[in-house]
């Protein structure tokens, strides 16, 4: 089969990595209402169509936060990465920085920062939650620092960890039941590729950026209930200064949906947000991220910089969010699925039909700078901006939930 877009390679992914953890990746929290508003609300954004405009030469770059980007896009934290594919983070890392952009390596990754930096070799983004080990948080922020991670993405949008019904029912959550040892082998044994990848040759699997603070854990599943007594649900804009004080690059407030939030990000001295629902995994019935950009980025697109995140599945997505006044997009499951589909390669070919797609766009728009796109581009951005906002949460069976693609086998 051969992937033309991002919905193939979440078929592929589908078809690769077991049950449980592409449920993980796939799915979001509750009735998945807003994981599918991220998306669909994209489709309601339309974009103007101009002609007999010289498109020969179209700029992708961009300056964020002191760095130059190849293209506007920086691949979101996405925990477990390393269960995908073999050392998964580190392929990750590798394919963005040959596409000219940087990973942001989850704290909750399988490979720990140490290893993801000195086997990419090039500098990547960090992201950290609060955690109630503060010595622990320290010696991170401290590591982060010294490895060169010039910006770390501080996640507030996850004080507790909303449900997600597709987890506890395939046990990731913890099954102790007598049969859930043989559903596991079963789920590995139809996915022989992913054993001998990752089960096999990918060890080993702990959570290499906390495995300090958890002795004695080595699987994942032994990590599982530290991660969730671990977060400090009592953090405060008070507790910021204390991450600053421990880190010397910029820092980015990760999981901004409120205005009145992002008005005080910047009073708070952030360096960006980004307007982000954590994937529809956590508050479902939230607004999407496309609906909650626009008002974010009038109110504080002067005074920090705004990205976003959450339904970025294509290059005219990307497009479509800086019109509406982001500088960037985070991708969170589009390279998820392109690493859980081939490893590194995978991630590699996501970007490239990404970045080819943003090109089209930008061609057939007639822009031919995309640090120049804004509301221009869009057919009557008011109207639009009103739908976007108006709208509630996506029917069942609205984009995410892809119909399985029919696609020919190879
Ligand atoms: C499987 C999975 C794991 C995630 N883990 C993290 C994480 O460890 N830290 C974090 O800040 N966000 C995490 N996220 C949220 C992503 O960073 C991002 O906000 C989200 O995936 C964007 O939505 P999209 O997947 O529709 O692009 C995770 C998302 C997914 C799908």
Redesign the pocket.
């Given at each position: 089969m051969r992937p033309a877009n991002v919905a193939d390679y979440r078929e592929l992914a589908r078809r690769r990595i077991p049950k449980v953890l592409f449920d993980?990746?796939?799915?979001?929290s509750y009735s998945e209402a807003t994981?599918r508003a991220?998306?669909a609300d994209f489709e309601k954004v339309r974009l103007r169509q101009r002609v007999l405009v010289d498109v020969s030469k179209i700029s992708l770059k961009s300056q964020v936060l002191g760095q130059e980007l190849a293209m506007p896009m920086v691949l979101?934290?996405?925990?477990?990465?390393g269960m995908y594919a073999r050392r998964g983070e580190v392929q990750a890392a590798k394919a963005a920085n040959d596409a000219g952009i940087p990973l942001?390596l989850?704290?909750?990754?399988i490979c720990d920062l140490k290893e993801v930096v000195r086997d990419c070799g090039a500098p990547i983004w960090f992201?950290l939650?609060m955690l109630k080990d503060r010595g622990h948080m320290k010696e991170l922020l401290q590591c982060a620092t010294a490895l060169g991670c010039p910006v770390l993405?501080f996640?507030v949008?996850?004080p507790v960890p909303g449900t997600r019904y597709r987890d506890i029912r395939n046990g990731l959550a913890g099954d102790r039941s007598w049969h859930a040892p043989l559903r596991r082998a079963w789920d590995g044994l139809t996915h022989l590729d992913w054993v001998w990848d990752v089960w096999v040759n990918g060890r080993p699997h702990t959570f290499g950026n906390v495995a300090p603070a958890v002795p004695g854990a080595r699987s994942v599943g032994e990590f599982w209930p530290w991660v969730r007594s671990s977060m400090d649900n009592t953090l405060t804009w008070s507790h910021i200064d204390w991450i600053r004080e421990n880190y010397s690059g910029k820092i980015i407030l990760?999981?901004v949906q409120d205005v009145e939030d992002a008005r005080q990000a910047v009073r708070s001295g952030f360096d960006g947000l980004?307007v982000?629902?954590?994937?529809?995994?956590q508050l479902d019935g939230a607004q999407s991220?496309i609906s909650a950009l626009p008002p974010i980025a009038d109110a504080v697109g002067d005074d920090l910089t705004v990205f976003m995140?959450?339904?970025?599945?294509s290059g005219l997505d990307v497009l479509k969010a800086m019109a509406l006044g982001a500088k960037g997009?985070?991708?969170?499951?589009?390279w998820?699925y392109g690493l859980a589909a081939r490893g590194g390669p995978g991630v590699a070919h996501v970007l490239k039909i990404m970045r080819n797609e943003l090109l089209t766009a930008l061609a057939l728009t007639g822009c031919t700078d995309v640090t120049r796109a804004d509301r221009s581009l869009l057919i009557d951005a008011q109207a639009a901006l009103a739908e976007v906002k108006a709208s509630g949460p996506a029917p069942a069976g609205a984009r995410?939930r892809a119909p399985k693609a029919k696609l020919a086998a190879e």
């Open positions: 993980y990746v796939d799915g979001g994981l991220n998306s979101s934290p996405v925990g477990m990465a942001c989850s704290s909750m990754s992201q939650y993405a996640t949008d996850l990760k999981g980004i982000s629902n954590h994937g529809g995994r991220s995140d959450g339904g970025v599945r997009c985070f991708l969170g499951r589009a998820a995410t």
